[in-house]
């Protein structure tokens, strides 16, 4: 495939980078948008039956209407030299060439390893939902949702509005950090009425704080689950378990463009104030970035950033002061959102077993990394982070259990074949 040039390259067709291509695209900038999924909108607005609505379609009719570039199932996995990316879509490589590039690759769910995780029938909880909105039946199926963050009571309503059997939500923060969290709701405009509609819509739901999954059992699929919190254990049977301990940021692509410092994965937003586009900005005038993966803050926040990441982008002047304070308060929402659903590293610990897997890909496990002091000591000694996932599933877990940053981010991002790389030497051959 030929090379593609652009003014304004979005990286992530979500939120964040739908509002950002919105922006560039109505002051009269060439916008190009890719995605790896197969429609836009991201995870948050993930459609069912293909069909977008809301806000999502507001956006993406919109960019239609600039003549935005639209990409779907397009995924960025190297950066090429003289401003352009290789992108990887329906089997073929090619170079996109941008002027500036705006990186809004939002983030995913965290997985905690415990005993009984790999077992069919334990899902991720975000994965369960999609699953079902792509046509997966849980009618009358018993199900546990388990772990922390927000995104727990927006999967078991949906699943129980799906026509599963939602026994339980585990959650593993205190009942007197969510109260907190619950009281910053009333300084955000429709963050309280957003969570008591969820509360409303999960209603007949056992919801247990400070309460974990400690182990899942089953011969051929899971049958059954081990709930500690409180000072109490039970064993629950249940046929499906959704899991999700808060959410991580995609910095693969801001780390593959030199964004991000590699020591820690830090990124360019304190999570103490709302960031601005000036913000985004870190030694590279031409790059931005914006949404989840600048900060965990909901779709709002994302919005917002997004909008301002794209004015940046085009060379136009900021918002009005009235939106900078609305972006401060969503920030300070995002911090207390975040100090909330923390994980406690030694509970995660006392859960952990020698024989736990940590690294699904290689199987890895729990007790041949333990000793281990950093990430790159633990890959060189069992392969861990080195399967087809590259790490993404078991670097966030080693951060949540030992603190360890991967640092072993490097082109291709995602696993190639030769073929699919053969076109694109060739051409430039």
């Known amino acids: 495939m030929a090379e593609r040039r652009t003014e304004i390259l979005v990286i992530g067709g979500g ?56 990409i779907p199932s397009c995924t960025c996995v190297a950066s090429l030299p003289e401003k352009r990316i290789l992108a990887l879509s329906q089997g073929r490589t090619f170079p996109i060439a941008y002027d500036k590039v705006i990186i809004a690759t939002g983030a995913r769910e965290r997985f905690i390893p415990f005993p009984g995780w790999t077992l069919p029938g334990v899902f991720g909880a975000g994965g ?28 078991a309503a949906y699943l129980k509005k799906k026509g599963g059997n939602v026994l339980m939500i ?52 899971l049958e059954e ?25 995609n910095t693969e692509v ?18 103490q104030k709302a960031a601005t586009a000036e913000d985004f900005l870190y030694e590279h005038e031409d790059i931005f970035c914006a949404g989840e993966l600048a ?22 002047e900021g918002d009005t002061q009235e939106v900078a304070a609305e972006e401060e308060r969503l920030g300070r929402f995002a911090s207390a959102m975040n100090r909330t659903f923390e994980l406690d590293r030694d509970t ?10 940590v690294c699904r890909c290689e199987d890895v496990q729990f007790g041949k990394i333990k000793d281990c002091d950093n990430f790159i000591e633990a890959k060189l000694q069992t392969r861990i982070g080195m ?37 694109f030497t060739t051409e430039k051959d």
């Not at 999609?130 to 999967?155: E, N």
């Not at 955000?188 to 247990?208: D, H, M, P």
């Not at 900060?295 to 136009?316: F, H, P, Q, S, T």
Request: hydrophobic share 40%.
């Open 295 to 316: 900060g965990i803050g909901g779709v709002e926040k994302a919005l917002l950033e997004g909008r301002r990441a794209g004015l940046a982008a085009a060379g136009v």
């Open 387 to 423: 399967g087809s996932c590259q790490g993404r599933v078991c670097g966030s877990a080693c951060e949540a259990l030992f603190g360890w940053g991967t640092n072993s981010i490097r082109p291709p991002i995602i696993p190639l074949r030769v073929s699919e790389l053969a076109n």
């Open 15 to 70: 939120p964040a980078g739908l509002a950002a291509a919105e922006a560039a695209s109505s002051h009269g900038k060439r916008v190009t948008v890719i995605d790896e999924n197969p429609q836009f909108g991201g995870q948050i607005w993930r459609a069912e039956k293909q069909k977008l609505s809301g806000k999502a379609k507001e956006l993406v009719d919109a960019l239609e209407k600039n003549d935005v570039e639209l």
């Open 128 to 155: 369960l939902q999609a699953l079902v909105k792509g046509g997966y039946d849980i009618s009358g199926k018993r199900i546990v949702v388990a772990g922390t963050g927000p995104l727990l009571l927006a999967v």
């Open 225 to 249: 689950i081990t709930v500690e919190g409180n000072g109490k254990s039970s064993t629950i049977e249940c046929d499906l378990l959704a899991t999700g301990y808060h959410l991580t940021g």
């Open 170 to 221: 585990a959650e593993q923060a205190s009942a007197k950090n969510l109260f907190k969290l619950g009281l910053a709701t009333l300084k955000v405009q429709g963050k309280f009425l957003e969570a008591v509609r969820l509360r409303f819509a999960t209603l007949g739901i056992k919801y247990s704080t400070g309460s974990s999954v400690t182990s899942a059992r089953g011969k051929d699929a």
């Open 254 to 271: 801001a780390e593959l463009l030199d964004v991000f410092a590699l020591e820690g994965m830090v990124i360019a937003y304190d999570g």
């Open 348 to 357: 995660l610990l006392e859960i952990m077993t020698d024989d736990t897997i």
